[in-house]
């Protein structure tokens, strides 16, 4: 588990860079493939390790850097939902219902969506939290932190494994 | 590596991109097809992970804007346009060098920091051309370690 330390603490550093406004826009989509790639350079650093990296442990530290960063990130939004009973969710219901009311779709859709919406404002607003929400939240995340995480891992492999030819 | 399956290498990483581009844009062609709008709000949620979705900073196309910034789409449409020439050059990575990776990163941050701290305005020509030579290259590198990776076993 010691081996895989360095993708807790880049993971930690992704998830709160992906929820602080600011820093975000500075890194935008490259953040989990930094945090990755930062992860493979501090195992080597802490290991003194400068073989050769594989795919596979390319690919763990990659996979469990986003596994990491997709906890973290989730548990900060659903927890300053709670503490804020607001998010950027709310902030976009009125640009979000008036699209809605725009656009082509069948009545029945538009009233389904419309009161899945409220509802999902309602527990915010009121409780600070929503199963749907929060839901939709973690899968994102999971999903989306993962992928990048892998690619940002295999990027890293290469890139290391270079630098690491030229120094020898 | 025999050529059939870094065929379907390149194939399968090309399809994928093709995808995630459509889904980039896909506020177009839910504009254009009925009941699809539904899908928007969710895919706003999902790429909102990997982008800061600053409409002024985002690519319009017939009023529709894309789902994530012009460098985003940059990047996307970068890595798309080296999935498709490895199609035909299938070791079209034999070119990169580290330098190269570096000087893009490199001007990408410098960009995103003088934006930021002021020196000069958003420019959309400078970010998507940022985005579009950085994610060629970083899909270069994907592409040569699963490349690498399929020769190696063969190889076993």
Redesign the interface.
């Known amino acids: 588990m010691k081996k895989y330390i360095s993708t807790f603490v880049t993971g930690f550093g992704a998830g709160v860079f992906q929820i602080v406004p600011v820093a975000k826009s500075f890194a935008c989509c490259l953040i989990i493939p930094f945090a990755a790639y930062f992860s493979l350079l501090l195992q080597q650093k802490a290991n003194k390790d400068y073989s050769k990296i594989t795919i596979k442990k390319a690919s763990v530290f990659g996979f469990l850097t986003g596994l990491n960063a997709a906890i973290f990130s989730s548990l900060f939004e659903i927890l300053i939902t709670l503490i804020t009973k607001t998010n950027d969710l709310i902030v976009s219901i009125p640009e979000i219902n008036k699209m809605l009311s725009e656009f082509p779709i069948d009545e029945t859709i538009r009233k389904e969506v419309s009161k899945i919406l409220t509802g999902v404002v309602y527990d915010i607003t009121h409780y600070g939290f929503s199963l749907i929400y929060s839901f939709s939240i973690v899968v994102n995340n999971f999903f989306i932190n993962i992928i990048f995480g892998l690619i940002g891992g295999l990027i890293a492999m290469q890139i290391l494994n270079k630098k690491n030819n030229e120094i020898i | 590596m025999k050529s059939q399956n870094s065929l379907f290498l390149r194939i399968t990483l090309f399809s994928m991109i093709s995808i995630w581009i459509i889904l980039i844009f896909f506020e177009i062609i839910?504009?254009a097809v009925?009941?699809l709008?539904?899908l928007?709000?969710?895919l706003k949620?999902?790429f909102?992970?990997?982008?800061?979705q600053?409409s002024s900073k985002s690519l319009a196309i017939c009023d529709v804007h894309s789902l994530?910034?012009i460098?985003?789409t940059g990047?996307y449409f970068g890595a798309w346009l080296a999935a498709f020439l490895s199609l035909f050059y299938e070791k079209l990575f034999k070119y990169l060098k580290?330098s190269y990776?570096m000087a893009l990163l490199g001007f990408m941050f410098l960009d995103?920091f003088f934006v930021?701290i002021g020196l000069y305005d958003y420019n959309s020509f400078i970010s998507i051309l940022s985005g579009i030579f950085l994610g060629f290259v970083?899909f270069l590198?994907?592409y040569?370690?699963?490349f690498?990776?399929y020769y190696n076993k063969e190889k076993e």
Not at chain 2, 48 to 52: A, E, W
């Open positions: 839910a504009k009925n009941n709008y539904v928007i709000p969710f949620g999902m909102s992970l990997v982008c800061h600053d994530v910034c460098r985003c990047l580290r990776f995103v930021n970083c590198y994907l040569k370690g699963l690498e990776f």
